[in-house]
Structure formats: structure tokens, C-alpha cells
């Protein structure tokens, strides 16, 4: 009896171990030459500095285009429920952050009004060994863009 007990209650420890999803929290510093950018032009942040409670992550990405550097900040909550932050030229940015089945992958979807439509902006969020990994892809009428970015811990 006493192993039947024991044995249950390692494996309800392991369940709510392998429930448990990713912890991003950190700052994080772009690894160009892990990463696949764009050629012409890439959406990925220099660094990112992630506060990831259990029900919330709060995102700031700093970022330089054309010699210029800036900050987004958004704060998500990681129900699925929508969010609202200032998006490009402070626009009504609207994301939703979903976990995948085994709460290993993030994925935040965003939508963006940008003169007269909408851009939409997936990133999923993962871990590969100490390396946090974002897959990002962007489509509006200007076309599609895809990419990968590794980032190391600070």
C-alpha cells in the first residue's frame, strides 16, 4: 500500500512539473550569428529584457533602425485574452498570448493598424537549451517576413 501511495505521488509531481510552462524572465542579448535575420531589413531587437510572472510578462525590446534606437514596451497577460499597448507611431497595438499544449512555446499575436490595414505580427517563444529562441513572422500588403532569433542570457 505504502508504494502504491509513493508511486502516485511521484507521478502527480511529475505531472505538475511537466505542466509548468517556460520562465523567459531575464535580460536577453541578440546572437546574430545563431540567428536567421532577414536580408534587407530585420524586425529583431538588439535586447529584450522579459518580467515573466505566472499570469503576466511584461516585454521591452530595445532596438535601432536607421541609426535610431527606441523601446516598445508591452505587457501582456498569458491567457489568451487580449492586451492593448502602443503599437508603431502610437497605434492601438492589440496581442493576444497563448501557451502551447505542453506550455514549452508562447505564442503572442499581434495586430497592428498601420495606414488603412492591419499588419499581423506572430511570435512564438521558446527555449533551446540556455538560449531563448523567438520565431517571428510579419504579413500585411507590403508582403511577408519571416525570421529567427536566438538571444543569450545576460
Do not use: R
Not at 14 to 30: E, R, Y
Not at 50 to 71: A, C, L, R, Y
Not at 147 to 152: K, N, P, R
Amino acid at each position: 500500500m505504502k508504494k502504491i501511495i509513493y508511486l502516485l505521488v511521484m507521478l502527480l509531481g511529475a505531472t505538475l512539473v511537466s505542466a509548468q510552462s517556460m520562465d523567459f524572465s531575464g535580460t536577453w542579448k541578440l546572437n546574430s550569428s545563431k540567428s536567421k535575420l532577414g536580408d534587407q531589413f530585420s524586425m529583431a531587437p538588439n535586447e529584450i529584457v522579459v518580467v515573466h510572472k505566472t499570469n503576466d510578462m511584461s516585454v521591452e525590446k530595445h532596438s535601432s533602425f536607421q541609426g535610431q534606437n527606441f523601446t516598445t514596451k508591452d505587457k501582456l497577460t498569458l491567457d489568451g485574452k487580449e492586451c492593448v499597448n502602443v503599437g508603431f507611431m502610437d497605434t492601438e497595438k492589440k496581442s493576444t498570448a497563448v501557451w502551447s499544449d505542453d506550455k514549452k512555446m508562447l505564442t503572442v499575436t499581434s495586430k497592428i493598424p498601420m495606414q488603412g490595414e492591419t499588419m499581423t505580427i506572430v511570435e512564438v517563444y521558446k527555449m533551446d537549451g540556455e538560449n531563448m529562441v523567438i520565431e517571428a513572422s510579419a504579413s500585411s500588403s507590403y508582403g511577408d517576413m519571416s525570421e529567427m532569433m536566438v538571444y543569450d542570457k545576460q
